[in-house]
């Protein structure tokens, strides 16, 4: 069975260590999501300096603008 494709949707992802609220219940949750049960991706529709610097994002990210 494939996995399934799950598509979150943001505003703007901002990071970094300290990371709370929404985008880290969000990076916790891609963090430890079943890759052989769901297939994640993420579309912001703002860049951040994090999403542009960041090379270990869990999944997949499109940035909209």
Known sequence: MK???ILYMMDAMHGGERVGGTEGQLLE???HLDRDRFDPHVALFRSTPYIEDTRTFPCPVDVLD
């Open 3 to 5: 996995p399934l494709k």
């Open 29 to 31: 949750l891609l963090t």
